[in-house]
């Protein structure tokens, strides 16, 4: 199995351009997950999605959007890139349920914003 | 809302010494509680997580944690480190009915020998 799989590992942006990091998942979880990981901050929700069609923000989802039209798929879309916006994004996957509620991991995108 | 704190951003320890790494949650309703692990340049990797029943648990590489509804705590330790669990460590909790998983800042053990 591949897992939670994100491309791509790396990328630098010139500000003001737009870009989508791509997510991918074969566990057939309902539950799909963006985070942003800086120094000091630990990891924080951007968005995420219960399910196909169905997506909802997090603690910071402001410059970014997301759409949810298969089950194995959580592209995160950056409208217009702002150094801010410079960081280590995870993408993750889980059950929605109640016996299954780990969240698996993707090998994270590293993105500058010049 | 649910959140996350850790008390320690950084903790040094000698090889072969005991550890622990503190975690504090706030939560209104009964919640999930998770330890991630990050090794460099890596994503992150389930350590162990308590979902109900006994307040103990016990993970992988040697890890366990325990649970302390009174107290709001779910502290992760081990007896004796190895310069291979030098990583960030990560404490998380979500809400029993729901998946949405809120993390704390993060716990740097960086193992002397």
């Known amino acids: 199995n591949a897992g939670v799989t994100q491309t791509p590992k790396f990328q630098v942006l010139k500000t003001g351009q737009s870009m989508t990091l791509q997510c991918a998942q074969d566990?057939?979880?309902?539950?799909m997950s963006w985070y942003r990981q800086d120094p000091g901050m630990g990891l924080r929700l951007i968005h995420y999605?219960?399910?196909?069609?169905?997506?909802d923000q997090g603690e910071v989802p402001n410059g970014y959007n997301v759409s949810r039209s298969t089950t194995e798929d959580f592209p995160l879309r950056l409208l217009s890139a702002a150094p801010s916006q410079t960081s280590v994004y995870f993408c993750?996957?889980?059950?929605?349920?109640?016996?299954?509620?780990?969240?698996?991991f993707g090998q994270g995108t590293r993105l500058t914003v010049v | 809302a649910q959140s996350v704190t850790q008390l320690d951003s950084q903790v040094p320890v000698f090889e072969e010494a005991p550890v622990e790494l503190r975690c504090n949650y706030s939560s209104s309703v009964s919640v999930y509680l998770f330890w991630y692990v990050q090794y460099p340049n890596q994503g992150l990797q389930l350590l162990l997580k308590y979902l109900s029943g006994s307040t103990l648990v016990k993970g992988i590489n040697g890890f366990e944690a325990e649970f302390n509804k009174s107290q709001t705590s779910f502290h992760l330790r081990k007896p004796s480190v190895h310069i291979s669990d030098t990583a960030e460590y990560f404490c998380?909790?979500?809400?029993?009915?729901?998946?949405?998983?809120?993390f704390g800042s993060g716990t740097r053990l960086s193992i002397r020998p």
């Open positions: 998380a909790v979500a809400r029993s009915s729901a998946s949405k998983i809120i």
């Open positions: 993750a996957s889980s059950y929605s349920g109640t016996r299954e509620a780990e969240a698996f």
């Open positions: 999605s219960v399910g196909a069609g169905i997506t």
């Open positions: 566990m057939n979880h309902e539950y």
